[in-house]
């Protein structure tokens, strides 16, 4: 099984794009975040005629996140438990940040965690919280994957200058203390030799190589054991229309494994 799982930076702007990289790649799970898209605009129609049943979770033209399966599609989840809301004035909004399904046998998350704005902020917070109720998500013993842009850099080497990161978020102890967490709850980094999956469009950041590895899939144990080769797909960084992060693909040995009856 083929997974991959990219920030779009818009599905509607980039579908056709979408759509010749799961042709090109050979893709079976495609976990997408920052669809921008309410569900009854999303571009289901360009995936359905590539072979892809997809779950959406988008209300407007923020956050948003999609699994496109060719390999099955059952159990669609919209949330996970005790995932927070957030709104700095008015009732809390629990906003489009997670899908979850059963593909192949394998139960898949797409996440795109909170950016955290800046140290001190009230989404700052909401994004700690966010990290510390996934941990409930993860059930060590079955076969599950959480993919999707956490905005977290783990170590000083995932972005390209940690002195230019001082006093910004991404970098900071807690962050990196809940990513920890998810950890030692059961989940292992999918590594690759790719040392970045995300270029600002500012300031020619991609043509200087100065980027963040923010992109992951995280695998439980049983999972993990069936990772074949990992890497980021550069390519589609490049040329006109890309969005600002190339996705990161996995393969994974799934031939023998049993189906995941544990939910």
């Known amino acids: 099984m083929r997974v991959a799982t990219?920030?779009?930076?818009?599905?509607?702007?980039?579908?056709?794009?979408?759509a010749a990289f799961l042709e090109r790649t050979d893709i079976d799970v495609l976990c997408m975040q920052e669809t921008k898209v309410?569900?009854?605009?999303?571009?289901?129609?360009t995936f359905e005629a590539a072979?892809?049943?997809?779950?959406?979770?988008?209300?407007?033209?923020?956050?948003?996140?999609?699994?496109?399966?060719?390999?099955?599609?059952?159990d669609v989840r919209e949330?996970?438990?005790?995932?927070p809301s957030f709104s700095k004035s008015g009732d809390p909004v629990r906003e489009a940040r997670a899908v979850?399904?059963?593909?192949?046998?394998?139960?898949?998350?797409?996440?795109?965690?909170?950016?955290?704005?800046?140290?001190?902020?009230?989404?700052?917070?909401?994004?700690?919280?966010?990290?510390?109720?996934?941990?409930?998500?993860?059930?060590a013993s079955?076969?599950?994957?959480?993919?999707?842009?956490?905005?977290i850099a783990p170590r000083d080497e995932d972005v390209w200058d940690i002195?230019?990161?001082?006093?910004?978020?991404?970098?900071?102890?807690?962050?990196?203390?809940?990513?920890?967490?998810?950890?030692?709850?059961?989940?292992?980094?999918v590594t690759h030799d790719d040392r970045f999956s995300f270029w600002d469009y500012k300031s020619m950041r991609f043509q200087k190589n100065q980027g963040m590895l923010i992109d992951f899939l995280l695998a439980t144990e049983p999972m993990h054991t069936k990772l074949i080769d990992a890497w980021v797909d550069v390519e589609e960084r490049q040329?006109?229309?890309?969005?600002?992060?190339?996705?990161?693909?996995?393969?994974?040995d799934t031939r023998t494994l049993e189906l995941d009856q544990v939910r």
Request: net charge negative; hydrophobic share 40%.
């Open 51 to 74: 072979g892809y049943e997809v779950a959406h979770v988008g209300t407007n033209q923020w956050n948003g996140v999609a699994i496109a399966s060719r390999v099955g599609l059952e």
């Open 38 to 45: 309410a569900d009854a605009k999303f571009p289901y129609a």
């Open 163 to 189: 002195g230019w990161f001082e006093g910004k978020t991404h970098v900071t102890e807690p962050e990196r203390a809940a990513w920890q967490m998810l950890l030692e709850a059961g989940l292992t980094e």
């Open 239 to 252: 040329g006109k229309g890309a969005s600002d992060h190339a996705p990161v693909i996995a393969d994974f």
């Open 100 to 139: 979850g399904a059963t593909c192949g046998g394998v139960n898949i998350w797409s996440l795109y965690v909170p950016n955290g704005r800046e140290i001190g902020d009230p989404h700052y917070d909401y994004k700690l919280q966010f990290l510390y109720s996934l941990c409930g998500v993860v059930e």
């Open 142 to 151: 079955t076969s599950r994957l959480l993919c999707g842009d956490f905005n």
């Open 6 to 18: 990219w920030n779009v930076n818009s599905v509607r702007t980039r579908a056709e794009r979408i």
């Open 79 to 83: 949330e996970f438990a005790r995932q």
